[in-house]
Each structure stands twice: as structure tokens, then as C-alpha cells.
């Protein structure tokens, strides 16, 4: 992801590999659904329900806000749901999740929708790099409107 990541302009270099390495994000915020490593990388309804409200806290403290990049099914649905709970959607239907879908959500803000970069994912070429690269070059494009 890092790779990417720079490419694009969003990190100052191409690795992660510890905290204290020097990577710097500009413009973007990365966080996750689920805060565990549960079995099967599977996590549960109600695991993914438990950590609701960290991601709730999150995001409503990124006070610009404008695009957001989900990775996976959960990420997607993480989100939506999140909106459904302040009343922002009244309902997900039609927001369908799709490689590279893209939608303008009632509040301005756009959200895309990625596979995510995990290892069977990559591995197995259901997820390209340029596939990758193509999702955040859009999300950069989104946010410099």
C-alpha cells in the first residue's frame, strides 16, 4: 500500500516497516473497522459493532474531510453503517460494493471502494497495483476539486 501511497503524494516515502522510520502521510488518514486480529481474519458482526466506536471518534475528528477510500467489504460497510448511525443515510441500499465504485454521499463528501490489498488479494491478481494506484490517483483528484 505504502508504494502507492507515495507515488501518488500521499506519503514521503515508499516503506512502513516501524513506527520510528519516518513515514509521513500528507492529506490522507488511514485507520480500520475492526481493531483485533480475529480468526480467520473473519472478523465477527458483532466484533466489527465493539469497535464502532473508535471509528465513529475518528472520523468525526478529520475536520476536512472529503474522500474516502474503503478497502474491503468491511471497510465499505464500516462506513455506511457509521453514516446510517448519525443519520446522514437513511438507507445503504444502492450503495453496493465494487471494485472502484464510486459515490457522491449526501453530505458532499465521495466514497470509493477498493479490494483490499491483502496478501490473497494481491496474490492472486484479484487486486493489481495499478488497480490500486488507479483508486488513489482518483481520491486525489476528488480532493483537489
Known sequence: MYPVLYEIG???QPTAVKRDDGLELKDIYITAAGRCA?????PLPQELANCAPY???EIEGLKNL???????KIGF???LNYLKRNGQL???AGYVFAHAAE?????GKTLLASYHP???NTQTGKLTREMFLKIFKRAAELADQ
Not at 480475529?38 to 473473519?42: A, F, G, T, V
Open 10 to 12: 500521499f506519503a514521503n
Open 77 to 79: 460497510d464500516a462506513y
Open 38 to 42: 480475529p480468526p480467520d481474519n473473519k
Open 90 to 92: 437513511k438507507t445503504r
Open 103 to 107: 459515490y457522491k454521499l449526501p453530505d
Open 118 to 120: 491483502s496478501n490473497q
Open 55 to 57: 471509528l465513529e471518534r
Open 66 to 72: 472529503q474522500v474516502i477510500v474503503a478497502l474491503g
